[in-house]
């Protein structure tokens, strides 16, 4: 069970879900506890069995994704995390989560990075994320994906490539939390031309209903458009509650309609401007954000 954080941490890169990263790991303990013990005894590090089934299980995964993500209503984004400092439980049953659920907030889970991660193929993602994030060597690596060292060092390159084509000069942490202050600020003041001045000028806004709540299923694009879309929300949700919150270890927003968490905002920001908006409002993908018990901080 000491294993747990860690595949819970690959399976979420891997996949951008932490439902999903759930059951994964569930399913790769299902798998060792089926083995006879005389079985499991042979093998030399079973962290590192562990972790070849979970990661061959996502490689699975990711293959049938692209037919999940057809048949989505609307846009599909990455799952997002709060804090660890407050992590909420949220599980059907009224428990919290265990601790070592809780995925290790770096660059690696920002939402702008894993939506690139989104656009790599399966044998690309995983390569990528176990030799670039986690450090396995690629000898390890070709024998989770199936591919040669030589070749698994080539989809990690390209992974890498993406990557950096993908990302804008970074923004210093205190100015992006300035930034997503002033964005709430103006957004609560329904101050158009503030909210504008804000955004870039071609920026996009995605948002995730997942089709079990109102939502605009194409990306709404330009500043002003997204200027006036959020002021129509503001008008339309006078109670509607905007707070400061962490969001995949970057600064973001949550909204609140009477106590209950109704969406999560990622940004990715360039400069002095925010360039990309993920509005997460599929209830479905809240529920970490929506549970009663808060957890201490380990």
């Known amino acids: 069970m000491s ?7 690959l399976a979420y890169r891997l ?18 506890y089926a083995m006879p013990a005389q079985q499991q005894e042979a093998i030399e590090s079973p962290g590192a069995w562990l972790t070849t089934v979970a990661s061959r299980i996502c490689l699975d995964l990711l293959g049938s994704a692209r037919a999940r993500r057809e048949r989505y209503v609307g846009e599909w984004v990455p799952e997002p ?5 407050e992590w909420i439980g949220g599980r059907p049953d009224g428990t919290t989560a265990d601790p070592a659920d809780r995925v290790t907030l770096d660059e690696s889970v920002s939402m702008a990075f894993l939506v690139v991660l989104e656009s790599m193929t399966p ?7 176990l030799h670039d994030v986690f450090r396995y060597p690629f000898a390890e690596v070709a024998e989770i994906v199936g591919r040669t060292p030589a070749a698994c060092r080539q989809l990690a ?8 084509a993908s990302q804008a000069p970074a923004t210093p942490a205190a100015r992006r939390a300035g930034i997503v202050r002033d964005f709430k600020a103006a957004w609560e003041a329904r101050d158009i031309d503030a909210l504008i001045g804000l955004l870039d000028p071609d920026a996009t806004t995605i948002a995730d209903s997942g089709g079990l709540v109102a939502a605009a299923l194409r990306p709404v694009e330009g500043s002003e458009r997204i200027a006036r879309g959020l002021v129509e929300v503001a008008t339309k949700a006078p109670g509607l509650t905007i707070l400061e919150r962490t969001v995949n270890g970057q600064p973001g927003l949550v909204a ?3 106590g209950v968490t109704v969406t999560v905002m990622a940004f990715d920001i360039a400069g002095d401007r925010i360039t990309r908006i993920w509005a997460v409002r ?10 009663a018990g808060r957890l201490p901080e380990v």
């Open 157 to 164: 390159s390209s992974a890498r490539r993406r990557i950096r």
């Open 81 to 85: 995390l709060p804090d660890r400092t």
């Open 3 to 9: 294993e747990r954080r860690q595949l819970i941490n």
């Open 15 to 32: 996949l951008g879900s932490l439902a999903d990263a759930e059951d994964v790991v569930q399913e790769t303990y299902a798998r060792w």
């Open 123 to 129: 044998a690309e993602r995983v390569a990528f994320v």
């Open 256 to 258: 609140q309609q009477d």
């Open 282 to 291: 599929n209830p479905e993908k809240l529920r970490p954000w929506t549970g």
